[in-house]
């Protein structure tokens, strides 16, 4: 059964909007974000996150948790 924790953070001073933890994503629950100059990822659909971990081990400045 899926937990709160199994969801996961992102640190948006880590991120550097690669965008490979969007492509991990196969249930699409991450997408990028711009903010001025910069991206960075945000979990938008937590509610389909299966925990599965794929975007933490895409992740290549361990942004994801
Ligand atoms: S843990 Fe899996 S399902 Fe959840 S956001 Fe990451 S890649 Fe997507
Ligand atoms: S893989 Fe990491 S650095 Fe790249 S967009 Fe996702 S959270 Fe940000």
Redesign the pocket.
Known sequence: MRQPNDIPE?DPK?????????AACREHC?T?EVSGYRK??LLVLPQHCTGCGA?VD????R??S
């Open positions: 992102i880590r991120c550097t909007g690669c965008g490979r933890c969007v991450i990028l960075y990822a975007c895409a992740c290549p400045v942004a994801l």
